[in-house]
């Protein structure tokens, strides 16, 4: 069975960078087709795509938040990562990593990132 | 930019009755890339149905997309307890995916 897990720092203070990892088990991300995604929620602005991103490194992003995102992919430990820059308190939020076939089929559990000094 | 909008915000109904969800885009929308997801508190979003009418794998068949364009539907044939919760639709075109508001579905 797919699963999905983030990791990362709960809090980050404003204007640095947020990192988060997913790890993903069952499947490995290498054979995979697929893309690999990041989506946030806040009670704001809801359901948020961030960007997604295949085993070979291939990504595309959220045209809102392109110039601050980059993605990046290590096949060798079976995880895909977000880094989001400059980050305020407007990018606090529950960040899901979830796997991409043009909908999201498998979510994580979700971890929550809150910016603040 | 795709808008995605739901209506309506609350539905409140009882166990046993039909709910009926709608969407719509601000621009016509591939029924290929059309989903719709159920929330409930303290989850992630499950996928509930792709391609405007597919059921995910494991979901009851008291779940039905439809719909075509701009104009989408979800329909719960019969609310079971567990079906009370925030739906979202999603759609997914050149510029990414967008999310809709939600939908929340509570008991009466």
């Known amino acids: 069975q797919l699963q999905l897990q983030e990791s990362g720092p709960g809090l980050v203070k404003p204007s640095e960078t947020l990192s988060l990892t997913c790890t993903v088990s069952?499947?490995?991300?290498?054979?995979?087709?697929?893309?690999w995604g990041w989506i946030r929620q806040t009670p704001g602005k809801g359901l948020e795509w961030i960007g997604s991103?295949?085993?070979?490194?291939?990504?595309y992003y959220n045209p809102s938040l392109k110039s601050r995102v980059t993605m990046s992919v290590d096949t060798s430990k079976n995880q895909f990562s977000l880094k989001l820059k400059s980050v305020t308190a407007a990018d606090t939020a529950v960040y899901y990593c979830a796997r991409e076939v043009r909908s999201f089929d498998f979510w994580g559990q979700g971890i929550l990132a809150t910016v603040s000094s | 930019e795709m808008v995605l909008t739901q209506t309506p915000g609350t539905l409140s109904l009882s166990p046993g009755d039909r709910a009926s969800l709608s969407c719509r885009a601000s621009m016509s929308v591939s029924s290929s890339f059309l989903a719709w997801y159920q929330q409930r508190p303290g989850q992630a979003p499950r996928l509930l149905i792709y391609?405007?009418?597919s059921r995910a794998t494991g979901i009851p068949d008291r779940f039905r997309g439809s719909g075509s364009g701009t104009d989408f539907t979800l329909t719960i044939s019969r609310l079971e307890p567990e079906d009370f919760a925030v739906y979202y639709c999603?759609?997914?075109?050149?510029?990414?995916?967008?999310f809709g508001p939600g939908t929340r579905v509570d008991i009466k």
């Open positions: 069952g499947v490995s991300i290498r054979s995979s087709t697929d893309y």
């Open positions: 999603q759609q997914y075109s050149s510029s990414g995916f967008t």
């Open positions: 391609g405007s009418s």
């Open positions: 991103i295949d085993y070979s490194g291939n990504s």
